[in-house]
């Protein structure tokens, strides 16, 4: 082994990522007064939260007076098909209006009433008017006035950092190994706390509506430190998603489109919705929105470019102009006037409900190391409701970074393993030195076509099984076969992608291996072949094992309120 040299940065408390929940997480950890890193793949304020369009729940009761957080939880709950941790969306629907109201002092703009109050619009399986919105770039308002927050603050941003493995000394978190980007340098960043906000994982399917760089580093980072996780057979397609042009395959077609009154219809100009969702046609959940598009399609009744037709011409325009702005633009791109003609759309991979387990305090299972945001499993169960992500990253990355400066004024700074550093560093490495292997671009897209194929919407016993076995022989046949075409460490995508590809292949290993374990249908987990003795409620927790390998186990479901029918 190599000794390869590194450098050192110590902090109190050091937040993984910045998006939504990052940037509230360090916000809040920097005003109880400590020295706070933030770290990130990418610019400040380019993270994933900045591409959410639809909006941000909240029972304010604005517009649909009887709305209120009793409701919110109820329709959470109900919409998540009862696996969600009660506890935590208590929490959820209770902090939201104080955190939206936060998010006004820092200065964001949500559009309005007449009256001059927050406005609210129609999200699917939700009782009332709850999502509180600006246009449809609500989550790059949130993101802008997190940033300006941020540079309120005294927190220290680095921003293209890739953190490639935590470091865990005597059982507690004691920080992360990470290279520069820019430059390729070796670093050891060091603290008593740190929170995990590093998003999903959309990434390791070939359809998704996700950022390039969600690719699940978090959750197998996570794994690999020995912390449990929770539910990741739990992945939500949204059910629009663009099909065309390939070069849009899969961006998102926000959920405001329906809301706002959007209509789905078949190549015989049927309002399918009709035929399986009549009482609430195209707001039912998105898991089942997803489920009656794609049996139009696979029952060739679909549009000519394999998905269906969403429309929205015959709202007055000035309303599509106002309420759906971005979506023109998008659309105008490929061609398409929303306005006058129908959009194409189909299911595309689009939110983790599962993640690293968390408690009350946003506490994970290994101590001193909290998280929050959609890296985390649990508080949405089976399905997410459209806005409640949003409230997420603000709920519990306000409670994440709270919990996490308490911890690290009450205890000291681990050390750390330097030999373990050595190993990691000496990995990375290796991508680079290697003479012959296998391209990282070549592995990703086994991977990502193995996922889609075979772990997608309808799943089956033998192809999940199929998956598993893959997965297996790709983790161990070719990801320590990686090989960098250029080997360089200066901005080399070819090297972070690389090292990422590692991470995808445990965290899309997680996933198959839940949807194995869970033999009946259950929220966004659908099995053809659904096994009519699974149809109780568990959650599935994986953890890895003194070997290594990965164990899986059903547990209990955390119920205060609202028990399964
Ligand atoms: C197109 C789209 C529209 C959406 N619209 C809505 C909506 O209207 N309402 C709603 O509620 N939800 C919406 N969602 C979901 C919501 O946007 C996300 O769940 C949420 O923004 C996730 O925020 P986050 O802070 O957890 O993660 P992200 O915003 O994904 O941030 C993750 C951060 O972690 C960093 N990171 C990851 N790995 C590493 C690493 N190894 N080292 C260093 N940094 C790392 C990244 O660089 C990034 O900064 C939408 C999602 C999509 C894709």
């Not at 709920?395 to 990691?424: C, L, M, S, T, Y």
Request: glycine content about 10%; charged content about 25%; overall charge negative.
């Amino acid at each position: 082994m190599d000794e390869l040299p590194y450098k050192t940065i110590l902090c109190d408390v050091l937040v993984v990522g910045a998006g939504g929940a990052g940037c509230r997480a360090a916000i809040e950890a920097s005003r109880l007064n400590l020295d706070v890193i933030m770290l990130s793949k990418e610019l400040i304020g380019k993270a994933h939260t900045s591409m959410a369009e639809g909006g941000y729940n909240v029972s304010l009761g604005n517009v649909d007076p009887d709305d209120n957080p009793e409701t919110h939880f109820k329709d959470t709950i109900v919409g998540g098909n009862y696996l969600n941790n009660q506890e935590l969306a208590e929490i959820l629907v209770n902090d939201a209006s104080e955190r939206v109201f936060d998010l006004e002092e820092m200065g964001a703009l949500f559009d309005r009433t007449p009256e001059g109050k927050i406005a609210q619009r129609t999200f699917g399986k939700q009782s009332w008017r709850r999502t509180a919105y600006a246009s449809d770039r609500t989550g790059s308002e949130i993101m802008i006035t997190l940033v300006e927050g941020i540079r309120k603050e005294s927190v220290r941003v680095f921003d293209e950092i890739f953190a490639t493995r935590l470091l865990v000394q005597d059982g507690r978190i004691a920080g992360v190994t990470a290279i520069d980007l820019k430059y390729g340098d070796y670093l050891v960043f060091r603290a008593q706390a740190v929170v995990m906000a590093t998003g999903g994982a959309g990434r390791i399917f070939t359809v998704t509506s996700n950022a390039q760089l969600d690719v699940g580093d978090g959750y197998a980072m996570a794994f690999e430190a020995g912390c449990d996780i929770i539910d990741m057979e739990m992945i939500q397609f949204h059910p629009t998603g663009m099909v065309a042009p390939e070069s849009a395959k899969g961006r998102l077609v926000t959920e405001a489109v329906r809301g706002e009154g959007g209509i789905l219809l078949n190549n015989k100009g049927e309002r399918f919705m009709n035929n399986y969702y009549p009482e609430v046609m195209e707001l039912a959940g998105r898991d089942q929105v997803a489920r009656s598009i794609m049996t139009e399609v696979l029952a060739g009744r679909g549009s000519p470019d394999g998905g269906v037709y969403l429309s929205i011409s015959h709202l007055p325009k000035r309303i599509v102009e106002f309420r759906l702005e971005s979506m023109i633009e998008q659309f105008g791109d490929a061609g398409v006037d929303i306005r006058d003609a129908p959009m194409q759309v189909s299911p595309t991979a689009h939110h983790f409900m599962g993640g690293l387990k968390t408690d009350t305090n946003a506490q994970t299972t290994i101590p001193g190391l909290y998280a929050a945001g959609e890296c985390t499993g649990g508080i949405h169960g089976g399905n997410r409701l459209g806005g409640n992500a949003l409230l997420d990253t603000q709920v519990f990355g306000a409670i994440a970074g709270g919990n996490a400066a308490r911890f690290a004024k009450e205890h000291e700074r681990p050390g750390v393993d330097r030999k373990e550093i050595q190993k990691e560093f000496n990995r990375l490495e290796a991508m680079l030195k290697r003479k012959e292997g296998i391209s990282p671009a070549v592995a990703r897209k086994e991977l990502t076509d193995l996922m889609w194929s075979k772990v997608q919407i309808f799943r089956k016993e033998e192809e999940i099984a199929y998956a598993v076995k893959e997965l297996k022989r790709i983790e161990k046949e070719v990801v320590p076969n990686i090989k960098v075409d250029v080997p360089i460490k200066r901005f080399n995508p070819g090297w972070h992608q690389a090292i990422e590809f590692g991470h995808m292949v445990i965290t899309a290993r997680m996933v198959a291996e839940g949807a194995f374990m869970r033999k009946g249908s259950r929220g966004a987990h659908y099995r053809v072949d659904a096994d009519p003795d699974d149809d109780g409620y568990y959650n599935i927790v994986i953890r890895r094992g003194s070997k290594g390998e990965m164990k899986l186990q059903k547990e209990d479901l955390v119920i205060t309120k609202i028990p399964p029918p």
